[in-house]
C-alpha cells in the first residue's frame, strides 16, 4: 500500500535511509524508482539481474549480467525498481509489463570451452561454445590468436585481422551452434590454444582460451631392474618414475598377488611416489614390489617392473637418530596458490621408527583447516590464503635425536574477480560505466575489448575512456550497442567476463491502472501510484481534481517513481486524480481516484486487572466505525496471539464486545489487546491481566556441604504468581522412624534460598520447601536427595522419672521413655538407678530395661528414694541424669482421729473440731485429709415423737457408705461426738478399740463405737478441701435432693493455727482423679507429694481458740482444713416444704448427728476472708494434740443452698 517504507523517502534526486544520509550515486538525473503496490521494499533497494537471488553490487541501477527482471515470485504488476542510467552510468531494468513487441539482446555466452583439454590418440577434440542473443548469434573460432578455418569470411568483424584459413577436412562446427570437433587424427597436429566468438548486430562476446594438449597412451620404458639388498636395520627407498603426463597419475603399491603393499609409521609412500622404509627388517623381503599408475584421462594403469628387495639379518643393529630423506633441499620454498590446498611432506628414516610432528613458527595452525594424513609425515592445508603465508616446521624423533626442517610457503593467487563488469540498458544521452577490478599476485595485467577487438586497435573516441581500470562511455547513441571484454592475467592464470551496453529508445507506457481506487480514513496518508516507464525517462505530473497540479498543496509529494503522497488525509481530498508522463518521443495519463472515510475509534477500552486465580475475568471495548467499511469486526489478542473460542473449551467466551475469561489460571496472565478493525484501518486498546496466587514450587533443591551433624540446603524460588515470598518453610522426613510423614523444620526469610540444618545422629533426613506468599503456601518441591548421619550417644535424659508404690512393699518406678528422634542410634535402653534415702545414702541398686516401668520389690512401707534414669545405646552412654526424690508403697494408717467436738457458731453453723490419736509415722503414707459425715436426727418439735433405732453392730458398714453417699437407717442419735477417721492413699483408717490390731477396712468405715446414721438420713462428700487435719465432706437428706456446698470459712487460728493459705484447697488430678459429682462421698486429697509434717494448731493446751467469720460463696465442698486447721463450716442447707435451719441449729445438735472419717487428696486454694471470732463450743473437749493431729470444721447452711440453687 506504501509506496516507501515508513523509513525511507527519496527527494531531490536521493534516497533517505533510516536517517543514514543520501545513498550517494543511487539516484541521478532522469533515474525513476516504481515500487510494488503492495508497498513491498526492493531487497536493499536495488535492481536485479534475472536468475541472481542478492542485489546486484553498487546499490539501485548497478548494471547487471542481462537482461534485466523483477526478482523471481514477483507478478507481473509487481515489478521490483526501475533504475534509469544516469550520469554515472547506471542501467535500467525493462518491467515485464511493459508492452515491447520485439526488442533485440546482445549475445551472451552461456556454455564455453574448458580452459585445458588433454585429448590422447582414440579421442576427438570437442570444444563447446554456445550463446543467446536476438538476432540469434553466428559463432567463429581462433586458433593461437588467428581465425580457424571457415568456407567464407564471416560478416561480423573478425575478433583478429587476415584472411580466414582455408577449410580443414576433418574439422567441424555444429550446425546452429558453435561447437568446434576435430577428428582425433588430427589432434596431435591441431594442439594449441582456442577461442570462441559469438556475434550479432548489437555486438560480439568471446570465450575464455582453451588450452588443448595432445598425448599418446603411456607405457613405462623398458629398464633393467637389480636387486635391492641391504642390511637389518638400514633405511630403503623403491623408486617409481611413471611416465609424465599433463595429468599426473595416481600411484598404488602392490605384489604379485595384486595386494596392497601395509603402510605404516614406518614404511609409507611420499608425494613423489616413491616407497620409504625409515628402518628395513627381515620380514620386509619380498621380490614382487610393484608400482601401479592410474591415469585417469585415457583410463589406463601401467605398471614398472617388479622390484626385488632383499634384507640381510645382522648381529650389529645399532639404533640411531633420525635423519630427513624428504625434503632433500634443506629449507625448501613451497609457493601455494589462494583458495587451493597447500602439501607439505617430511619423511625420515631412523631406528627406532621416528615420529613427525608439525609446527607454525610465530603462530598457530589454523583450526579447521590444518589436516595430517599418512601417519603425520603429510600436512595438509585447506583453501589458502594470504594469512598463510610464513614459516613451517617439521620434526622427527625417535629418543636418539630429533631432526628438523623448516619450509617458507609463499601465498599467490590466480587473478580473481574484485569487481565484475556487469551489462546494462542505457537510454540515449547516457553514460555508461563498466567497472573491472582484478586481484592476483603477482598482481595481474588488465586489458579491454570492445566485440572482440583491443581498444588499442579502435579508433580513438571522446566518448570512451579508461579511468581506474573502468571502461566508461559517455553520451550515448544508439548505435553504440557493444560488448565489452575485460582480461586480466598473470603468471598463474587468466579471467575473462564479457558486458554489453544496450542503448534503446522506448515510448512511454504507465504500467500502473487506470481508473485504481485508493481508499484511506481520514487521518492517514494516501500514496497514489503511476508507474511509467520509457525510453529516455518520461517525466510524471500530477493533477487534482480540480485539475490544478497537486503540489500546490503543501500536504502533497510526488516520488521519483511516480507516486504522489498526500497526507494528512481529509474527508474532503476524496475526488479523482490524473497523472501525465511524456517523454521526447510519447506521452500517457491515467486517473486515479481517493476516496477518504471516517477513521475507527475506540470509546471504552479494556481495563487492566488483577484477579486471584480460578476467578472469572471480562474485558470490554466499544468501537466506533464508519458506517459505509464493511467487513468490521473486534480481534481480541493475547500477546499478539489471536484469541478464538474453542468448542472443547469454555475458557474464552466472547459476546460482542466482551472477552471473559474463566477460571484465570497463571499461563493466562499477559496483555489483551482489542483490535477494532476494518478493510482500511484498526484501533487498538490494551490491558493486562495479573493472575495472583499461591507461589509455585520451587525447583532445583540441592543438599550442600554435609556435616556430620549440620547440612546446608539450597533452591531456586519457583514461580511468585505476582505476589513476593515472603518466607520458605523447610520440612523434613526422618526416613527411619517416621518415613513418608514431612513436619516442619524450620522458616527463612523470602530474599534467602538457603537454609543451615541441624542433623541428630543416627537419622535419614530428606528434605521439601514451601514457599509462602501472601495469599498462603505454595505447592512443595519434590523432596531432596536423601542425607544419612552416623549413630552417636544419646543427648537427653528421660523426663517426668516418678517413684510411687503400688503395693505396700513395692517401689514403681516411671519415666517418660525419649522419642526415636532422640535415640541416635537403632536401639535404645535405660539405666535406673535407687537408693534409699538415708544417711550415709549407701550404694546405688541399678537395673537396664527397654522401658518403663520398673518395680522394686521388698521395700519398706512408704520409705524415700534417690531415683535417676539414664538414656545408654550402643554408641555410649547419655548425659547424667538428675535425681529425683519417690516413695514406696503405702499401708493402711494406725491412728484415727478422735477428742471431736462441735461448736455452735450461729444458728445455721457449728464447728467440728478433732485430733489424732497417734504419731505421724504411724500414717503410713501421705495424708490426704478427713471426711465428715452428717445427718438429721429430726426436727425441734418432733423430739417427742422419735423413736431410737434398734442398736446395730458397731463393725458393721455404715449406710452412708452406699454408693449415692446418702445413709438410709432410721431416725436416731448418737451419744457424744463421732470419732474421725484419717484417709492415706492405702485406705481409710479404723479405730483402735478394746487393745485390737488395726485392719484394712471398707473404702467408707465408721468410727467404733459411733452411732450410725439412721434410715432416711442423709450424708454429704464436699470436695475441694485441702489435706491435713480438718477436712470435711457433707451430704444433704435424702429426698430433699440438695448437693450441700460448704460456704467459704474464714478461720483465724488461736493459739497458734496455720497460715491462712493453708485453708482453700483445690483438686489434685493426678492423686484425685474421681470425677465430680460421682456417688457417695466424693474424695478429695492434698497436693502435696511428701507426708504430712506434724505442725501445732488449735486445740491444744493453753492456745487460743481460732476466730471464724461469716461464711461466703466459693469452691463446692466442705472448706476448711488443712495443717492444724481445727474446724470447718457446713451449711445442711433447706429442703422443699420443710423449714429453713437459721437459728434453731442449736435443738438441732441434741437430736443430729456427725461422723467424721478419714479424708483424701486436697489441693491448695486461694485465701478465705477472715471472719469474727467462734464463741461456743460444744462437748467434747479437744485434746492438747500436735496441730495436724487435731481439726474443726464448721457446719452451715449457706452453702449448701448455694450448691442447691
Known amino acids: ?98 508492452s515491447l513487441h520485439e526488442l533485440q539482446q546482445p549475445p551472451e555466452l552461456t556454455e564455453q570451452p574448458p580452459e585445458q583439454l588433454v585429448v590422447f590418440p582414440s579421442d576427438d577434440v570437442v570444444l563447446k561454445c554456445a550463446a543467446s542473443g536476438n538476432p540469434p548469434p553466428e559463432y567463429r573460432w581462433t586458433r593461437e590468436g588467428l581465425p580457424f578455418p571457415f568456407p567464407s569470411p564471416s560478416p561480423f568483424p573478425s575478433p583478429s585481422p587476415g584472411p ?71 633405511p630403503v627407498v623403491l623408486p617409481c618414475d611413471p611416465p609424465k603426463s599433463a595429468v599426473p597419475p595416481k600411484i598404488y603399491w602392490l605384489n604379485s598377488r595384486i595386494v596392497h603393499i601395509a603402510q605404516d609409521a614406518r614404511v609409507s609412500m611420499g608425494q613423489d611416489g616413491f616407497l620409504y ?11 614382487d614390489y610393484i608400482c601401479h599408475a592410474h591415469y585417469l584421462g585415457p583410463r589406463t594403469i601401467i605398471q614398472k617392473e617388479p622390484l626385488d628387495l632383499r634384507v640381510t639379518p645382522s648381529n650389529s643393529v645399532q639404533s640411531r637418530r633420525p635423519r630427513l630423506v624428504v625434503p632433500r633441499d634443506p629449507q625448501p620454498t613451497v609457493v601455494a ?9 617430511c619423511i625420515a628414516e631412523g631406528l627406532p621408527t621416528p615420529w613427525v610432528s608439525w609446527r607454525r613458527l610465530n603462530a598457530p595452525l589454523p583450526p579447521g583447516r590444518a589436516v595430517l594424513d599418512n601417519f603425520n609425515k603429510t600436512l595438509r592445508l585447506r583453501e589458502v590464503s594470504e594469512a598463510d603465508d610464513g614459516d613451517y616446521e617439521c620434526a622427527a624423533s625417535n629418543g636418539h635425536g630429533t631432526a628438523r626442517r623448516g619450509h617458507r610457503v609463499t601465498v599467490q593467487a590466480a587473478p580473481y574477480w574484485l569487481r565484475r563488469p556487469q551489462s546494462g540498458v542505457f537510454g540515449p544521452g547516457e553514460t555508461a560505466r563498466l567497472d573491472c577490478q582484478v586481484g592476483g599476485k603477482p598482481r595481474p595485467h588488465l586489458s579491454w575489448s570492445i566485440n572482440g577487438v583491443p581498444i588499442e586497435e579502435l579508433p580513438p573516441s571522446g566518448r570512451r575512456a579508461l579511468r581506474d581500470g573502468a571502461l566508461i562511455l559517455s553520451r550515448l547513441e544508439p548505435n553504440d550497442s557493444m560488448v565489452a571484454q575485460c582480461e586480466a592475467s598473470n603468471s598463474h592464470g587468466r579471467l575473462l567476463a564479457n558486458a554489453f551496453v544496450y542503448v534503446v529508445e522506448l515510448p512511454v507506457q504507465i504500467l500502473t491502472p487506470d481508473s485504481a481506487l485508493y481508499a484511506v480514513v481520514e487521518n492517514q496518508t494516501a500514496f497514489l501510484h503511476c508507474r511509467a516507464f520509457g525510453a529516455p525517462a518520461p517525466t510524471v505530473e500530477w493533477l487534482s481534481p480540480a485539475l490544478e497540479p497537486a503540489l500546490q498543496d503543501d500536504r502533497a509529494f510526488a516520488f521519483t517513481n511516480g507516486s504522489l503522497r498526500l497526507g494528512p488525509a481529509a474527508r474532503g481530498d476524496s475526488g479523482v486524480f490524473t497523472c501525465r508522463a511524456h517523454n521526447a518521443h510519447s506521452n500517457a495519463s491515467v486517473s486515479a481516484r481517493l476516496d477518504v472515510r471516517a477513521a475507527t475509534r475506540i470509546e471504552v477500552p479494556p481495563q487492566s486487572v488483577t484477579a486471584k486465580k480460578g476467578e472469572t475475568v471480562t474485558f470490554t471495548c466499544r468501537a466506533t466505525f464508519d458506517p459505509g467499511l464493511e467487513p468490521r469486526g473486534v480481534l481480541w489478542l493475547r500477546d499478539g496471539t489471536p484469541v478464538l473460542e474453542s468448542p472443547d473449551s469454555d475458557k474464552f467466551s466472547l459476546a460482542g464486545d466482551a472477552l471473559t475469561v474463566a477460571g484465570v489460571d497463571y499461563g493466562d496472565q499477559g496483555r489483551f489487546r482489542c483490535r477494532a478493525w476494518t478493510r482500511l484501518d484498526s484501533a487498538e486498546a490494551e490491558a493486562e491481566l495479573r493472575v495472583v496466587g499461591r507461589p509455585g514450587p520451587v525447583r532445583d533443591l540441592q543438599v550442600l556441604e554435609v556435616g556430620e551433624r549440620q547440612v546446608r540446603l539450597s533452591w531456586t524460588p519457583g514461580e511468585e504468581h505476582n505476589s513476593p515470598v515472603e518466607k520458605f518453610v523447610v520440612e523434613q522426613e526422618e526416613g527411619i522412624f517416621s518415613p513418608g510423614r514431612f513436619v516442619e523444620l524450620l522458616t527463612v526469610p523470602g530474599a534467602r534460598p538457603w537454609a543451615l540444618l541441624a542433623l541428630s545422629p543416627y537419622g535419614r533426613y530428606r528434605f521439601r520447601v514451601l514457599a509462602v506468599n ?81 518395680v522394686v520389690r521388698d521395700t519398706p512401707t512408704f520409705s524415700p528414694f534417690e531415683i535417676r534414669v539414664q538414656a545408654l545405646n550402643e554408641a555410649g552412654k547419655g548425659p547424667e541424669p538428675p535425681v529425683v526424690i519417690g516413695y514406696s508403697g503405702e499401708d493402711l494408717p494406725l491412728v484415727y482421729p478422735e477428742n471431736v467436738g462441735v461448736e455452735i457458731l450461729n444458728s445455721s453453723s457449728v464447728r467440728v473440731s478433732w485430733s489424732l490419736s497417734g504419731a505421724e509415722r504411724d500414717l503410713r503414707g501421705r495424708l490426704r485429709g478427713y471426711r465428715i459425715l452428717y445427718w438429721r436426727e429430726g426436727w425441734v418439735g418432733e423430739r417427742s415423737r422419735r423413736q431410737s433405732p434398734p442398736p446395730r453392730d458397731p463393725r458393721a458398714p455404715s449406710p452412708a457408705g452406699g454408693a449415692d453417699g446418702a445413709g438410709r437407717g432410721q431416725r436416731g442419735g448418737f451419744g457424744g461426738a463421732a470419732p474421725l477417721e484419717p484417709l492415706p492413699a492405702a485406705g481409710f483408717g479404723v479405730q483402735r478399740a478394746g487393745g485390737r490390731t488395726p485392719q484394712r477396712r471398707d473404702p467408707l468405715p465408721h468410727p467404733r463405737g459411733s452411732a450410725r446414721p439412721p434410715r432416711g438420713a442423709a450424708s454429704g462428700a464436699f470436695r475441694g478441701l485441702r489435706a491435713g487435719p480438718g477436712v470435711a465432706a457433707a451430704a444433704a437428706p435424702q429426698r430433699r435432693h440438695h448437693r450441700l456446698r460448704a460456704p467459704v470459712p474464714a478461720a483465724e487460728p488461736e493459739r497458734g493455727g496455720v497460715p491462712a493459705g493453708d485453708l482453700l484447697p483445690r483438686r489434685d488430678p493426678e492423686h484425685d482423679p474421681d470425677p465430680a459429682g460421682a456417688a457417695g462421698p466424693v474424695p478429695v486429697g492434698a497436693p502435696r507429694p511428701h507426708p504430712a509434717r506434724p505442725r501445732r494448731g488449735p486445740g491444744a493446751p493453753g492456745q487460743p481458740r481460732p476466730r471464724a467469720r461469716a461464711a461466703g460463696a466459693g469452691h463446692g465442698g466442705l472448706r476448711g482444713g488443712g495443717r492444724g486447721f481445727h474446724g470447718a463450716a457446713l451449711d445442711p442447707g433447706p429442703a422443699p416444704g420443710q423449714h429453713r435451719v437459721r437459728g434453731g441449729v442449736h435443738e438441732q445438735n441434741h437430736g443430729g448427728a456427725l461422723a467424721l472419717l478419714g479424708p483424701r487428696q486436697l489441693l491448695p486454694g486461694p485465701v478465705p476472708p477472715r471472719g469474727p471470732p467462734a464463741r461456743h463450743l460444744l462437748p467434747g473437749p479437744v485434746r492438747g494434740a500436735e496441730p495436724q493431729r487435731g481439726a474443726r470444721g464448721v457446719l452451715g447452711e449457706r452453702g449448701a443452698h448455694q450448691r442447691h440453687q
Open 774 to 854: 501472601g495469599f498462603g503456601r505454595g505447592e512443595p518441591s519434590a523432596p531432596s536427595a536423601a542425607v544419612s548421619t552416623a549413630p552417636a550417644a544419646p543427648e537427653r535424659y528421660p523426663m517426668g522419672v516418678k517413684g510411687e508404690g503400688n503395693e505396700t512393699n513395692n517401689l514403681v518406678i516411671t519415666w517418660q521413655p525419649l522419642p526415636p528422634g532422640d535415640w541416635n542410634a537403632p536401639q535404645l535402653r535405660y539405666r535406673v538407678q535407687w537408693r534409699p534415702l538415708e544417711p550415709g545414702r549407701g550404694r546405688w541398686a541399678e537395673a537396664t530395661v527397654g522401658g518403663p516401668p520398673l
Open 337 to 345: 596458490l589462494r583458495g587451493e590446498t597447500l602439501v607439505l611432506e
Open 277 to 287: 622404509f625409515a628402518n628395513a627388517q627381515v620380514g620386509d623381503s619380498h621380490p
Open 1 to 98: 500500500m506504501f509506496p516507501f517504507p515508513p523509513t525511507q523517502g527519496v527527494a531531490g534526486g536521493r534516497v533517505q535511509a533510516d536517517g543514514r544520509g543520501p545513498l550517494e550515486g543511487v539516484v541521478r538525473g532522469r533515474v525513476r524508482w516504481a515500487w510494488p503496490a503492495e508497498g513491498a521494499w526492493p531487497a536493499g533497494g536495488l535492481c536485479q539481474p534475472r536468475g541472481s537471488r542478492s542485489p546486484a553490487p553498487g546499490a539501485a541501477g548497478a548494471a547487471g549480467a542481462g537482461p534485466w527482471r523483477c526478482p523471481a515470485g514477483s507478478a507481473s504488476s509487481r515489478c521490483c525498481c526501475c533504475c534509469w542510467g544516469g550520469g554515472r552510468g547506471r542501467a535500467i531494468v525493462i518491467p515485464p509489463e511493459y
Open 164 to 234: 580466414a584459413p582455408p577449410e580443414l577436412a576433418g574439422v567441424s562446427v555444429s550446425p546452429g551452434g558453435g561447437t568446434l570437433v576435430i577428428n582425433a587424427t588430427l589432434a596431435g597436429r591441431l594442439q594449441g590454444r582456442f577461442r570462441c566468438a559469438a556475434s550479432n548486430a548489437l555486438g560480439t562476446a568471446l570465450s575464455w582460451e582453451s588450452r588443448v594438449i595432445a598425448e599418446n597412451t603411456p607405457q613405462w620404458p623398458k629398464e633393467k631392474v637389480t636387486p635391492v639388498q641391504v642390511e637389518e636395520g638400514d
